[in-house]
């Protein structure tokens, strides 16, 4: 028998440790690379989703733009342009991406179909847009589904107790503003007027304006403004106390006025084809009455007066439109909107029945909220002028006209729906344009087939000069304002409960103007009925597979 050495052991011990360690290796090196992979796959699927996401951001963009190019002014678009997306080839009117790739995923492509359009609400423009995204990243395939609703919603123009398509002006110590006011051009002060609230003016290469402010303006703290604002005046932020926390609200002044130069023009909802509003007024049984009997149901073809007293109010329910001039003054009741077709005279004080008031300080912010929401609304919307005071008298005519024709105002585009005003006065290229003088004849005949002006109404000036007060008598407006072309008249101490929106301003005033924003728009601005505009496209749903 021969005895196993010391060398063969070592050996055979040598050889299994090695086999141990082999398979360690091997076992380690297999599960680094399924590791790997895994990691990979991860990365890829998260990829794949970012990538499917982005693709349908890209075509809900897409859509919005085309859209937008397609109606660049319409106030109500046409939304059936989205009726046929899902037809399997809307090629003719938006190209969707196929096998698109994006650089910053490298070797990834998305497809992007269209595959259900829907109408929401029957009554309503509302358009929701079914997206479906296909993403393959490194053979690793993912979807995203999306429902994305096109609508309309109250313009941003709203946001603001005053709001100018032109240059900017506030002149005057007697000025005071209770809320964020805008241009869409350079802004200027005078005389260091109020603003209890932000300042904003825009680059508009149109104007030549740089989107300058300049001059001085002031502010009051909260609590002069508190001990000092009257209740139509909007709220602080914080409404009580110093606690934001506890008494939060964003849309109260918070004791600053900030100025923000050189921002983006805002687009004005353009009233054209008033046909939309007189679907919408229909669609919504929109009237006005006095005593019980209805003077406007729903759309009236022709101009009216409307006079209201504490006894005989003019009551306001839901949109209406008059195809023609609206002269209106006294007590208003309801909630609504007044669309004219040409212009509205405001030709004496309009205050509210029930008008709302903000306390202030205000402990309970949410419940003033929700009382003020059924108090009293009035929206004038006009495709023409917003006038205020009798304009037949002299001292309207010399103080005011001076400053509704060039070069206080300057030539624009304009609709051409406008030209049954009078508007379309000359092209530039395939766009109509007016010159912007409002002081001459606008081509149309008074009732007693006299000439008319932009700025006069359709009725005769002895009926007029009956009905208006001077303009220096007219103290108190309670509604938001707005018009296509000019706001103008000349008072004396005027408040002003709501907004004025407007494309030129010529207001001339001997005493004070205070302009208290009505909050109300911003959170029910919609159910007010008042000019709208295309809203940024909204993701209703979405889901990832």
Known sequence: MKRYSDKGMVLILLYFLI???LITFIAFISRSIWENKDVFRSRDTLQAYYL???GVDEVKRGLYDTFRQVFPQALLNDFSWFDDLDDGDPSNKYTLPTDAALAMVAGGTYTVTITLVNQPDLTEEDRDITFVCTAVVNNTSKIVTSVVRYSLATSSVFDYSYFVNNLGWFWGGGLTSQGDIRSNGDFSFGGNPTVNGDIYASVNADLGANGDITGNSRNDSIDFYRNNADSAARPTNPTAGSD????????????ES?????????NMPYLGDLNDYQNLAVSQNGTISQGGVTLVDNVLNDNVVLIGTVVNPIVINGPVVVSGDVLIKGVVTGQGTIFSGRNTHIIGDITYQNPPDWLKPDTTPDATDTQNATRDFLGLASKGNVIVGDYTRNDW???VTTYLQPPFTQAYEV????SDNGYVQYYQGANPYFNGDYTVDD?????DGSNRKFYESSYDDTYVGSVAEPANQINQIDAVTYTNHAFAGRVGNLTMNGSLIARDEAIIYSGSITMNYDIRVKYK???FYLPRELDLPRTQYMKRD
């Open 19 to 21: 086999v141990v360690l």
């Open 397 to 399: 005519q010399v103080n």
């Open 525 to 527: 601005g919609d159910d």
């Open 415 to 418: 609709d051409s729906t406008d």
């Open 443 to 447: 081509g149309g005949t008074k009732l």
């Open 52 to 54: 499917a996401e982005a």
């Open 244 to 255: 934001p926390d506890v008494y939060a609200y964003p849309n109260g002044y918070d004791g």
């Open 258 to 266: 900030d100025r923000f130069p050189q921002q983006e023009v805002l």
